[in-house]
């Protein structure tokens, strides 16, 4: 089965073309990051145009790389949630008027879903029950799947995503957007221990993720040693570096924390650490430590199928579409989707099923 897969739900306007679910015949990505640079982050009108812009040509090189025609596609598979909804909407109703003029199944998949299948292509078949942390700008969420197509929320921010924190921490020391690329380049020359920022404890028990402490932390110590944002073009001073590296490290240490005791407790048989933040080379060495201290594998997508790509979308489609799941045209962008016991059934195809965070 050959599937198109369609990604508009940030700032990356994505098409790919996966066949039989495991190999890429082609992915193409169009950043905005530079448009979007002078703002410090996403403009979510700004994207919206730019998807506008962007979707077609980007389909059109996807279809032309992989060496298949538009009739060659067997289904398409789009991100429907969650993300902005400017962003979602382009890329789905660009699907669904594609999937309906070809005669072709189409269905909506959940964001977050994808970057659990985004480590499909380059690793052993997941083996279930499985855990999944999934980390990026916009979510972190531990996830447990005891088996394919069913997911349980263990725990997620109860405020900024990790990625978003490094934005906003990179911002804060006139490092520019975004940040979490810049600040592990950084931090690379710093010393991780220089500074013993907290990790955020939950006062209801649970064990959730909370990071605004953290960027709260970074600030008053930045004021308290009268530490200034540098200039464009200035060389990071030691104390920038050992605040990114620390920083860092507190980031690493509040996601594993939570991770290896519930995986503790679950047992899963592989670890899944996807999303953009997942590019990091600090907490991927720092998993694949845990990962020998429980005795599973982790699995990582490449540094290309971290961040959004339509690649990780049209493989989570696959195995929706070979379990005989369609969407119809009431699908919807969504963008407070979620993930948990999320499955799309033949009979209430393109609607949202109801569950609880």
Known sequence: MLVLGIESSCDETAAAVVDNGRKILSSVI??????????????PEIASREHLL?????????????????QDIDAIAVTNGPGLVGSLLVGVNYAKALALGLGIPFIGVNHIEGHFFSVVFENPPIEYPAMALIVSGGH??????????????????????AGEAFDKVAKMLGLGYPGGPVI????????????????????????????????TAVVNYLRENEIEPISAGEEPGKDVRDVCASFQDTVVRTLLKNTSKLAKERKPRVLIVAGGVACNEALRTASMRLGEKLGIPVYFPSRHL????????????????MRGERSDAGLKADVGIRLQNHRIS????????????
């Open 140 to 161: 972190t969420n531990l996830f447990f799947a005891p088996e394919a197509g069913k997911y349980e929320l263990l725990s997620r921010t109860r405020d900024d995503a």
């Open 184 to 215: 592990e380049k950084i931090a690379k020359q710093g010393d991780p221990k220089a500074i013993r920022f907290p990790i955020a404890k939950i006062s209801d028990g649970t064990p959730d993720f909370s990071f605004s402490g953290l960027k």
């Open 346 to 357: 033949p009979e209430r195809s393109g609607k949202n099923l109801p569950y609880k965070v």
């Open 306 to 321: 971290s961040t959004d790509n339509a690649a990780m979308i049209a493989a989570a489609g696959h195995f929706h579409l």
């Open 30 to 43: 169009s950043s905005q990051i530079e448009i979007h640079r002078e703002w410090g982050g996403v403009v």
């Open 54 to 70: 962007k979707i077609d040509p980007v389909v059109s090189e996807a279809l032309d790389r992989s060496g298949v025609s538009i």
